[in-house]
C-alpha cells in the first residue's frame, strides 16, 4: 500500500483524461486528509473523483437543507463518514433507557437521512461501519448488558448490514476491517485526533481511502472477473511433472492444508461469479490429472471455465484466455508463485493485476483477504452460472471451426431470444449487467437496481430484456434495450448493451427488428441513436452505421417507415 | 545526535511531505516562513519525524514549540 505522503503527490498529476466522477464527502470529524487520500487513489484507479467536502460536523444540515451546497454541487457520490468517536459522545450524553436505545435511534437516523438523499438525488450512498471503542465500564459483561456501548455498536453494525441489503443505493465501506487489520493502536492515534479532530490516523489513511474508492470504481464498472492460477506451487504444493500425483501437497497435512484452503478460496469466488481459468506451464493431461483423480483436491475440472497447460510463454497463453472470455485485461488477476512468470506477464500485460505473493505458501490467504481484489457491488444468481456459460462458450468455439460458412453455423445453433419488458425477475440481472457492459455499450450509462424500477415504472421509457438460448443452453439475459421518448414521432435509444458472450450471433439484427417493430406499432417515425466514446467501447464505433443508421449532428437516425427487416436466425420465444 | 545531522535530517521529511525541494530550515524557522507548514500539514510532520526517529510526542509538546529549534529540544530529550 502506498503511503499518505505518496498518494498525496498524486494530487499534482494530470487528471484530464480520466472519467469524471463528483464525488461528496460529509463526516462529523475532520475529512481533510481523506478527501485527499481518496481522489489520489482515485487517480490510480483511472477515476477523476472531484471532491466536495462539506464542513465538519454539517451532514444533517446540508442533508435536510435541499438548497444547500450538497445538492448544488449534484454528487455522483455521497460518502457518510460518522464515527464511533462520535458515536460514543452520543452514548455518554444518554441518561437512563438511552443508551439500550442507542443502536435504533441511530440507525432510524441514518434511514431518514438516505431517504432524504435519495428523494433530491439519484447518488449512491457510501456508508462507513463503526470502528470498536470498548469504554471498558461493563468488562466482559458488556456482551450480556444491552445498555452498555460495545453491545449497540455492534449491533448498529449488525442493523447497518440489514439495511444495506434491502436499500438499493446504500452501501456500506468496511473501516472496521481495516481496524482489525491494522490493529487500533495504528488506526487511531490520539496526538492525531487531539490536534486535528482527525479519528484516523496518517497510517491508515490509504487503506480507508483503498477501500472507499473500490466501491466507486465497481459501481463505475471497474472491477475483477476472472481469475487466472498457475498449478505447480500455487494449486498444490509441489511439481506435478516432477513428483507425480501421489506426492504433491493438497489435503489436511502439514503445508497440504495452506493449498487446500486456498482452494477453497478459489472455490467460493467461482461459486460467487468470478471466471476461474488455469495457465500452467506443463502437459496437458499431466495438469489435469489431480482435478480428475486426487481425492483431496477441491477444485475439479467442472471449476474451471479454461483450461491451458502447455510450454508456450504464459503472457502469450493469458491473451489466449482473454480472446476466449471477451473480457478486458484490467478485470482479470493472475495468481502464480514463480516471480519470473509474474514478472513476464506483467511486462507484457500491464492492464492485468499480478499479486505479489509471498514466499510461503502458508501466508498466500491472508496476503490476499488484505488486497481486496473482488470487490462487487452487486450479485445475482446467475453469478453463479458463469462458469458453465463460458465452458459452453468453448464447446461452441470448437464447433463453429468445423462449419466454414458462418450462416450454416448460426443456422444449426437452433437460437430463441425471450424479449421482455424489466420486471420484477429480470431486474437484478439487468441491473447487473449495466454495471458489467463496458465493451458493447453505445452510452453507458449506468443503473442500479433502484434506477431499473423507475424507469420500469414510467410512461416516458419503454423497456426490453433479451436472453440468449441455443441448442448448447441457455446463455440467460444477455441484452438490454431502453427507449426514451423523445418526442411524439422520435423514439430515443438511451441504451443499448450486450454481453460479450454473444457477438457474432445476429443478435442486433433480431434487437433492432425488434424495437422497429415496436415503434412501428406505437407510431414512431423515427429512431434515434447515439454512440458515446469511452476507452473499451470502441468495438461499437460503427453499430448504428453497420445497421443501416444516417448520422445527423451527432446522432444515428433511422426512418422507421423504410427499414427492412434484417436477418436473423434467432427467433422470438 | 549532533543538531545539525537533526536538523538536516528533519529538512529532509518538510521536503518530502511538503512536496518542496527549497525549503531550508534552520533552529529558528517558524510555521510562518514555510508556505505548506499549515496546521494540518503540521500533523502530518509530525507523524513523519515520530516516525523517523522512533518517538512519540505527547499531544501537549505538539502544541508547544514556537520553532524547529523548541522541536528539536523535545527530540533531543526523548532520543538522549
Redo the contacts between chains.
Sequence with gaps: MKSFTQIKKNLKNDFSNLKPIRTAILGDSATQFLTQAIRGLGYDAGLDLQMWEADFNQIELQVSDTNSELYEFKPEIIIIFQSAHKLLGKYNKLKGDGHSALAANEMAYINRLTETLSAHTNAKIIYYNYTEIDDSVFGNFSLKAEISFLFQLRKLNYELMVYAAQTPNFYLCDIKTIQNHLGKPTFFQSTVYINTEMVLSIDSLPYVASKTVDIIAALNGKFKKCVILDLDNTTWGGIIGDDGIENIQIGSLGIGKAFSEFQYWIKKLKNRGIIVAVCSKNTESVAKEPFEKHPDMVLRLEDISVFIANWENKADNIRQIQSILNIGFDSMVFLDDNPFERNIVRENIPEITVPELPEDPSEYLEYLYTLNLFETVSYSNEDAERTKLYQIEAQRATVQQKFTNEEDFLKSLDMVSLVEPFNKFNKPRVAQLSQRSNQFNLRTVRYTDDDIEKLSGSDDYATFAFTLEDKYGDNGLICVIILKKETPQTMFIDTWFMSCRVLKRGMENFVLNTIVDYCAQNGYSTLKGEYIATAKNEMVKDHYLNLGFEESDGFWILDVAKYNKRTTHINKK | MERSQMIREINDIFI??L?NEEIVLNESTQAADVDEWD??N???L???IEKHFKI????KE??SWNNVGEMMDTIEQKIA
Design positions: 518530502d511531505i512536496d496546521s494540518l503540521h500533523i502530518q509530525v507523524v513523519a512519540r510526542f505527547t499531544s505538539i502544541q
